[in-house]
Antibody, heavy 120, light 110 residues
């Protein structure tokens, strides 16, 4: 089974950007969809968007439109999620999640999570 | 899109069965058979235990089963074991082409 290995914890100031990486180990993302999900302290999980690795285009939850970008590097089988104009409310644990086959509609593998802390 | 509603906690004794509900709307749970369930132990990555309402991935114990009626999906754990103590959450695809998650349920084995 694939392992999704995410980059380490980040501390950012309000207004800054963060870029989190997610690398597939033991497999690739080719043919899969990759989602990003976050969980703020004491809150539930929130779906942020999806990148279609085969074509490289992405769709984002409306509330993140304009300040989020998901990209895919096929050469390293790594997916990236960049979130800009950070506020304190963006403090959360961010997960990358693989949907193994297109239109499975479920999440086959999860990364270990990357803690992003927004602090002045 | 509001979160799917789950009970905050459910408990049971070893060997018993427990059921966790996941209530949404006709825009998500009621509309599609794309409800999945995940188990998460503290500090670990979530693991899928049910997909497509009632399907178990390879390697998942048959003590876990799922069902759906109307806008409510359910996860049943039979023959409760100590290792089942974890956080469980559901998720559903929605008519907005997004996903919505459940509020999460802490399962305690007494």
């Amino acid at each position: 089974q694939v392992q999704l290995v995410q980059s380490g914890a980040e501390v950012k100031k309000p207004g800054a950007s963060v870029k989190v990486s997610c690398k597939a180990s033991g497999s690739t993302f080719t043919g899969s969809f990759v989602h990003w999900v976050r969980q703020a302290p004491g809150q539930g999980l929130e779906w942020m968007g999806i990148i279609y690795s085969s074509v490289g285009n992405a769709e984002y939850k409306q509330s993140f439109q304009g300040r989020i970008t998901m990209t895919w590097d096929a050469s390293t089988s790594t997916v990236y999620m960049e979130l800009r104009s950070l506020t304190f409310e963006d403090t959360a644990l961010y997960y990358c999640v693989r949907e193994l086959a297109p239109n499975d509609y479920w999440f086959e593998s999860w990364g270990q999570g990357t803690l992003v802390t927004v602090s002045s | 899109q509001s979160a799917l509603t789950q009970p905050a906690s459910v408990s049971g004794s070893p060997g018993q069965s427990i059921t966790i509900s996941c209530t949404g709307t006709y825009s998500d749970v009621g509309r599609y058979d794309y409800v999945s369930w995940y188990q998460r132990h503290p500090g670990k990555a979530p693991k899928v235990i049910i997909y497509g309402v009632s399907n178990r991935p390879s390697g998942v114990s048959d003590r876990f089963s799922g069902s759906k009626s109307g806008n409510t999906a359910s996860l049943t754990i039979s023959g409760l074991q100590a290792e089942d103590e974890a956080d469980y959450f559901c998720t559903s695809y929605t008519t907005s082409r997004t996903y919505v998650f459940g509020t999460g349920t802490d399962v305690t084995v007494l």
